[in-house]
């Protein structure tokens, strides 16, 4: 099945992120998923600390003729040329932090707890949380440069996510859990990500991709979503309504099955983790395609063999 492949793939890339750095790896400053800087010997990392770390020089005349200010352009240039490549997969195949918490769900399976369910409305009340992230990683760094924000305020987001003390433990780190008593803002920080990590942590045990649904890279993957070789499309006249789409979906999108007239259904929130292509029953109904070549497509006869011998569609 493509979700065993996935899985495959994602445990290698969670080893592969954490410990390349060990063997000489290094991917770089621009990947479009949580792979933590804070984790000693990690092979590269997450784009939104380059963002952060250089935003502000972006607006700064003298510094963006400068090697500094050349910097933000290619980091930046690079980040738009991996999210064209893979666009979502980056989230739903390769995230090490997406990894962590679909472990946390299997636990839950394994332990017989029943996954928590959020109704839509309350869906859609959380739905903005990363837009906000998102717009407060960007402007954070323009503060600091243009309006005196103290500089303790510098990686914002970086300082609160849940993967800066969470991720590093798998390298014997623990010291990102420690509290931070130089000033009121550090100690301020200190103690909000180790909240959050906690949350994090509890949440996703209980609900499923819980933090993708406030992570701000979601939405500035989707930046690129015109212009990427990925594409994730359902045609609307094959499609029976069903609902097992919906059903499958680990982040309890309901886009795919309700959309009626448009062809591309590629969601800020989607992962392509391909769980509704593979649980469609029409033939070629949900589809993820690499350019002009299909990726995988949606089957009556992959559904029968995988679905329909005693195995539940909630699985």
């Not at 980056?90 to 636990?107: H, M, N, S, V, Y």
């Not at 301020?188 to 949350?199: D, E, H, N, R, Y």
């Not at 500035?220 to 029976?240: A, G, Y």
Request: proline residues 4%.
């Amino acid at each position: 099945m493509v979700d065993n492949l996935r899985l495959l793939i994602q445990n290698f890339m969670f080893v592969l992120w954490t410990y390349g750095g060990r063997i000489g790896l290094n991917f770089g400053y621009s990947i479009p998923c949580f792979s933590c800087p804070y984790v000693p010997g990690c092979a590269g990392h997450c784009y939104l600390m380059t963002l952060q770390g250089q935003w502000g020089f972006a607006f700064y005349f003298p510094e963006l003729l400068s090697y500094k200010g050349f910097k933000v352009v290619l980091y930046f240039l690079i980040f738009i040329l991996l999210t064209m490549l893979l666009s979502k997969l980056w989230c739903g195949w390769i995230c090490p932090f997406g990894t962590l918490q679909e472990w946390l769900a299997k636990l839950r399976k394994k332990l017989g707890i029943r996954e928590t369910e959020f109704s839509w409305k309350t869906r859609e009340r959380l739905k903005p949380v990363k837009y906000i992230l998102l717009a407060l990683l960007i402007i954070t760094p323009l503060l600091i440069t243009f309006g005196g924000l103290h500089r303790d305020f510098y990686l914002f987001f970086c300082q609160i996510c849940p993967g800066k003390p969470i991720m590093p433990l798998f390298a014997g780190q623990t010291r990102n859990f420690a509290l931070d008593f130089t000033n009121t803002i550090t100690l301020t920080f200190s103690v909000l990500s180790i909240i959050i990590a906690a949350g994090t942590l509890l949440g996703s045990f209980f609900k499923d991709r819980f933090f993708c649904m406030f992570c701000p890279m979601l939405p500035l993957i989707q930046m690129s979503k015109k212009i990427s070789f990925i594409r994730f499309e359902k045609s609307v006249h094959t499609c029976s309504g069903c609902g097992n789409c919906q059903r499958m979906c680990p982040v309890d999108i309901k886009d795919v099955h309700l959309e009626k007239t448009e062809k591309d259904v590629m969601s800020e929130d989607c992962m392509l983790c391909m769980r509704c292509s593979e649980a469609c029953p029409e033939d070629n109904t949900v589809t993820v395609n690499f350019l002009k070549y299909k990726l995988f497509s949606s089957s009556r006869k992959y559904v029968a063999e995988n679905y329909q011998q005693g195995k539940s569609l909630n699985e």
